[in-house]
T-cell receptor
Framework: DSGVTQTPKHLITATGQRVTLRCSPR?????VYWYQQSLDQGLQFLIQ???????AKGNILERFSAQQFPDLHSELNLSSLELGDSALYFC?????????????FGPGTRLLVL | GESVGLHLPTLSVQEGDNSIINCAYS??????FIWYKQESGKGPQFIID?????DKRQGQRVTVLLNKTVKHLSLQIAATQPGDSAVYFC??????????????FGAGTRLAVHP
């Protein structure tokens, strides 16, 4: 158990809908990362937050957004969902979000868009 | 749980044998590398890391080797056990990451341990 929690574990929705994925980092970690893992593309970095502020963006679509709250939990919002958005979404955390810090991953949310 | 990467390369080994999982990384200037293990239905789990100023690092039953000349990373698992069956990913931190902790993941290798 990494100490990172994610909810829900599974999510089934329809195209065009909007969903929110939630992540709580390890105790004491200030930085949160979101990744998408699809069958044909491996783990893709989406976005990083540090202490409530966006730190870095990766391959995140404009239909997706995220935020980190004062209590350090983070939410990833996915809107206008398409079939291709079906994937595993992982959250990771690290103490300060500095280069070469180990990122600890949560169990993931499995999203299925029908 | 649902399989990740159905078309991943697979390494099949007998229980008790040593396993070697290889990874070619992309950026010759990357300065930090990590191996993660992902079991079915779970998130990636940190195994071991190595900085670019080292060639070798050992953990418990695992050893990571770094060959910067050919941009190659390997993970050696001694006395492989059924619980080692998983998908293994290497990840690198490229240079000039802008002060943030960017990781680029490889495609992964599936390790299947047979009794």
């Amino acid at each position: 158990d990494s100490g990172v929690t994610q909810t829900p574990k599974h999510l089934i929705t329809a195209t065009g809908q909007r969903v929110t994925l939630r992540c709580s980092p390890r105790s004491g970690d200030l930085s949160v990362y979101w990744y998408q893992q699809s069958l044909d593309q491996g783990l893709q970095f989406l976005i990083q937050y540090y202490n409530g502020e966006e730190r870095a963006k990766g391959n995140i679509l404009e239909r997706f957004s995220a935020q980190q709250f004062p209590d350090l939990h983070s939410e990833l919002n996915l809107s206008s969902l398409e079939l291709g958005d079906s994937a595993l979404y992982f959250c990771a955390s690290s103490p300060r979000g500095a280069p070469r810090e180990t990122q600890y991953f949560g169990p993931g949310t499995r999203l299925l868009v029908l | 749980g649902e399989s990740v990467g159905l078309h991943l390369p697979t390494l099949s080994v007998q229980e008790g044998d040593n396993s070697i999982i290889n990874c070619a990384y992309s950026n010759s200037a990357s300065d930090y590398f990590i191996w993660y293990k992902q079991e079915s239905g779970k998130g990636p789990q940190f195994i071991i890391d190595i900085r670019s100023n080292m060639d070798k690092r050992q953990g418990q039953r695992v050893t990571v080797l770094l060959n910067k000349t050919v941009k190659h990373l390997s993970l050696q698992i001694a006395a492989t056990q059924p619980g080692d069956s998983a998908v293994y990913f290497c990840a690198e931190t490229p240079p000039f990451s802008g002060g943030y902790n960017k990781l680029i993941f490889g495609a992964g290798t599936r390790l299947a341990v047979h009794p």
